[in-house]
């Protein structure tokens, strides 16, 4: 290991340990609940990224897997059945329901995907709402614990991007960024788009189901049609381009600029947050489709190009 892969893995394992001892250095239930949605969050948009920023796939839908996961997980588990299984089948019915749009629509060219998976979430959410419009409750309220919900989506987030971090890192990774730069180029190496595309899609929606079934865990009552909802779309994929698409850390630092942002900004202007997300996103895609690692990085090379210079100067002698 070089020196950067030691600090960059230093850094990563004190975060790792700080989260840990989280819930033993505060007894303030509203930072462990402010740090259990920045990790919902950072799992939503890492599991986006695996197909929408290393396959080139734009998914529209992710909602979809989200309240999937988090509906059959729900139903399961209020329904007698073991929180583990329950939870497992959550991520399951996920990959089922992506390969279901998912293997037809790749086989299109354009933005086919994109428009099946908007159309399925959509759909979802309307159907979903109308067959159950009561709230769900949990029955199990007085033994309700935080911590437990605290470390699964701890544990959630570190499967996600380690899983992610190994893939993209495989000949299987290799091949879907190949895709994502170009298809028929793809091919013509024997490389097959579909197969790479079917394997991203599926990995990222089984994350994105069982976040799912992990906020069905979470969440003493809500509407069962809540997490079909449109945000839980294009906030993780807000992130992801907020980050940087397309990098394991890019969503990390997303999630982390999202939150942070939103909560202050909230505090500070209400309602108004909104637009000034719309806005900032709109930039960022504009002129820094890179994100964030991209801005850092320019400004790294930058710093060390007049670094360079400053030491190549040559002084004149007088």
């Known amino acids: 290991m070089n020196k950067k892969q030691i600090v960059s893995s230093s850094l990563l394992l004190i975060a790792i340990i700080l989260l840990a001892l989280l819930p033993l250095m505060t007894k ?3 930072t462990i609940n402010l740090v259990i949605l920045l990790l919902l969050y950072m799992t939503l948009a890492s599991s986006w990224n695996i197909l929408g920023g290393y396959t080139g796939q734009t998914n529209l839908g992710h909602a979809a897997f989200f309240g999937i996961g988090s509906l059959i997980t729900r139903l399961l588990w209020i329904g007698g059945i073991p929180f583990s299984i329950a939870f497992l089948a959550g991520g399951i019915g ?41 709230m769900s409750y949990n029955p199990n309220l007085a033994d309700y614990q935080l911590m437990p919900r605290y470390y699964l989506f701890l544990v959630l987030a570190i499967l996600t991007i380690g899983s992610a971090y190994f893939l993209v890192n495989s000949k299987w990774g290799l091949g879907m960024m190949a895709v994502r730069e170009g298809e028929d180029a793809a091919e013509s190496l024997g490389i097959s788009a579909l197969k790479h595309k079917l394997l991203a899609l599926s990995v990222s929606a089984f994350f994105a189901g069982l976040v799912g079934g992990a906020f069905a865990y979470y969440h003493v009552s809500y509407y069962l049609s809540m997490p079909f909802g449109p945000e839980w779309t294009f906030d993780p994929m807000m992130m992801a381009y907020i980050g940087g698409t397309g990098t394991i850390i890019g969503p990390i630092i997303g999630a982390v600029f999202f939150v942070g942002l939103k909560q202050f900004l909230v505090w500070n202007v209400g309602e108004y947050h909104l637009i000034i997300f719309g806005t900032l ?7 820094l489709p890179g994100g964030l690692v991209e801005a850092w990085n320019k400004s790294r090379r930058l710093l060390q190009s ?10 004149p002698i007088t």
């Open 306 to 315: 007049r670094t360079g210079q400053k030491k190549n100067r040559v002084v």
């Open 94 to 134: 996920a990959v089922a329901l992506a390969l279901l749009i998912g293997i037809p629509a790749f086989k299109l060219r354009g933005v086919y995907f994109a428009i099946g998976t908007l159309a399925l979430a959509q759909i979802l959410n309307l159907t979903v709402s109308n067959i159950f419009p009561e």
């Open 281 to 287: 996103f709109i930039l960022i895609v504009l002129f």
């Open 28 to 30: 303030k239930n509203s």
